[in-house]
């Protein structure tokens, strides 16, 4: 088969340049080669392709119906394979990523928006989810996760900077409740308190001053699985939430919320883009690696 394909080629050739001679310096070989190859292929077809005379070459009744039917499909596998040589160079492919709400909103689309631009032929599928999930189980090409919860098998590319979980509450609450000065003292508020979906229980306030870590189980009227909803609750005044600074930061700056022991939060890892270390990525999901790359 690849023989037939190698001899039409130098068939059309021929028939396209109406001379062995141009013809056999465009395909890169001797004359006697290219007439010994015409010859084979017409001996196996069983018909005459090209009529030859000293000052001319020109194709038969037979040639000129081959090159009618055979001559656009070789120019269409051509640039098919150019096209092909164009995607290897240009990336192309589906990224499908998986993050928390949070994550997604904050850090992931916001990169992604201003880069994907340059890259039309780049899809990705962004699936908020707060639960941990097996990546490589749901066919994922990674997820997003804070530093410290990633897994050690996992190849962790920081994408956002470092941040704080910081208590906030609404003036207004506080106008009605004494701010608290030590993490003890939160038990005693009514804190809005966030869903972990993975494991089912309501999360644990995590604080550390001067390395003495202090966890506080909290309680209050509302829970939600959204950071987004819990600070919503905060500024309409339900109590104290506990959420990342960055979420909050426009409401500080207008006053519709204030934060309370700043101290006993440290800084806590960033977002993470983790994927498994043993899989062979595609370039489209390099290039998306590095548009999420954190340059803090």
Known sequence: MRENINDLLA????????????????????????????????????????????????????????????????????????????????????VRITASEHAAESVLWPKLANGLRDYPDIRIEIVSDNRFVDIVAQGLDAGVRLGESVEKDMVAVQIGPDQRLVPVAAPAYFERHRPPTAPQELVAHSCIN???????????????????????????????????????????????????????????????????????????????LYYPSRRQHSPAFQVVAELLRHRG
Request: proline content about 4%; hydrophobic content about 45%.
């Open 11 to 94: 068939f059309v050739a021929v028939a396209n340049d109406k001379s062995f001679t141009q013809a056999a310096a465009r395909l890169g070989m001797s004359q006697s080669s290219l007439s010994r190859t015409i010859r084979k292929l017409e001996e196996r077809l069983g018909v005459r392709l090209l009529t030859r005379t000293t000052r001319s070459v020109a194709p038969t009744e037979a040639g000129t119906r081959l090159l009618a039917h055979v001559g656009p499909r070789l120019d269409e596998i051509e640039a098919e394979l150019v096209a092909l040589g164009e995607l290897r160079e240009r990336p192309a492919g589906t």
């Open 194 to 272: 966030l869903r972990l979906i993975t494991s089912g229980t309501t999360y644990a306030w995590e604080f550390e001053r001067n390395g003495r870590p202090l966890r506080v189980k909290v309680d209050g009227q509302l829970i939600f699985s959204s950071i987004r909803l819990a600070v919503d609750a905060a500024v309409r005044g339900y109590g104290i939430a506990f959420v990342p600074e960055d979420s909050i930061a426009a409401h500080v700056d207008r006053g519709a919320l204030v934060r309370v022991l700043e101290d006993w939060c440290p800084l806590i890892s960033g977002f993470h």
